[in-house]
């Protein structure tokens, strides 16, 4: 029994752990983590939450009035311009288990969209600018590197 009681208290702060995020655009709140699934509410832009857990594309959090599921894409991690707090050691032992040697899953694409739809799309020039207000400095992007320990990488062009 006393095993099972240390088990459970070295375990259950990687539970409750949050990871403060920010909503990049309005999104709605889901009920379960699907495209289809109930809308609790609506987040607006720049809504402050705590991510809870993480399940395929989706992102379970928790905002002021409610708790519930968000695309992944549609949050930011931590502050403004700082880097992305990362794991502990004993949460990332667990993270390797479910998503690989990081624990972090990106998945980008394009679905539901026909080739016409993508030759014909027109630039949405607010967005666009929107997306400018992300530009980072060459010194900004190496300050990044440097706190979050990165090394630089050759990569070979594929043929």
Partial sequence: ?????????CVFPLVVLAEPATVIRSTELK?????????VTELPENTAVDALERRGGWTRVKAA???????????????????????????????VARTGSSGTQVTTGVRGLEAEQIT???????ELKKMQGYVSTRDAA???ARQGKLQAQVVEEPK
């Fill in 1 to 9: 029994m006393k095993r099972v009681l240390v088990v459970l208290a």
């Fill in 31 to 39: 009920k379960e983590p699907a495209t289809d699934s109930a809308t």
């Fill in 142 to 144: 190496s300050s990044f």
């Fill in 120 to 126: 014909n799309a027109q630039p949405n020039a607010a």
């Fill in 65 to 95: 009035a409610a708790e519930g599921w968000v695309k992944m894409l549609a949050l930011r991690y931590g502050a403004a311009g700082a880097a992305k707090q990362g794991d502990t050691g004993l949460s990332q032992l667990f993270n």
